[in-house]
């Protein structure tokens, strides 16, 4: 079992949709990731937060909307969303920011209709 | 800009065969390198990470080698087993802690 939850598992959701990912962690670490992954590809990073705050965006789009609102939770807040937007997000923690190491969530595979 | 670079792209080979995946990256100024397992639909499992000063990591039949100097590192497998089929990924850590992923190997270990 992963020590980094992610919820829901799966998510299908219209264009005009508004919805969230949940990322939840109990290890006391302090930086919390979001990344996208496509099919046959490697995580792209989008969001990192260190002991709270937002550290590094990589130029995500607005339609992405973090949050974290305690150490050991972090949000993914979606609206408008288009097809290729479709992906697997996973969540990841450390215990700080130097990355050593991260552990990852199983991920929400989304698909956007 | 660092670049991860990992061969073979796939590689299936026969139970109980040794193997060796490479990964090579551009940049030396790295704080740790990172090896990944992802089996399909999942996140990722780290394997070994092997900090900047360190040369190896070894985790039962995993052992992970770091030359940085020369950009590169090695994770053998020693008699593969079917249960090792997945895809195995190399990462490197700088100074931002973001960490660079390669483009993965993807293992089949035939019975």
């Known amino acids: 079992d992963t020590e980094v939850t992610q919820t829901p598992k799966h998510l299908v959701m219209g264009m005009t949709n508004k919805k969230s990912l949940k990322c939840e962690q109990h290890?006391?670490?302090?930086?919390m990731y979001w990344y996208k992954q496509k099919a046959k590809k490697p995580p792209e990073l989008m969001f990192v937060?260190?002991?709270?705050?937002?550290?590094i965006n990589e130029s995500v789009p607005s339609r992405f909307s973090p949050e974290c609102p305690n150490s050991s939770l972090l949000n993914l807040h979606l609206h408008a969303l288009q097809p290729e937007d479709s992906a697997l997000y996973l969540c990841?923690?450390?215990?700080?920011?130097?990355?050593?190491?991260?552990?990852f969530g199983d991920g929400t595979r989304l698909s956007i209709l | 800009k660092q670049e991860v670079t990992q061969i073979p792209a796939a590689l299936s080979v026969p139970e109980g065969e040794n193997l060796v995946l490479n990964c090579s990256f551009t940049d030396s100024a790295i704080y740790n390198l990172q090896w990944f397992r992802q089996d399909p639909g999942k996140g990722l499992t780290s394997l070994l990470l092997i900090q900047s000063s360190q040369r190896e990591q070894t985790s039962g039949r995993l052992n992970a080698s770091l030359d940085k100097s020369s950009g590169r590192s090695t994770l053998y497998i020693a008699a593969s087993q079917p249960g090792d089929s997945a895809t195995y990924l190399c990462?490197?850590?700088?100074?931002?802690?973001?960490?660079?992923f390669g483009q993965g190997t993807t293992l089949q270990v035939k019975p």
């Open positions: 990841a923690s450390s215990q700080d920011r130097t990355g050593l190491p991260q552990h």
């Open positions: 290890m006391g670490h302090r930086a």
């Open positions: 937060y260190s002991y709270e705050k937002l550290s």
């Open positions: 990462a490197v850590t700088g100074n931002t802690g973001k960490l660079i």
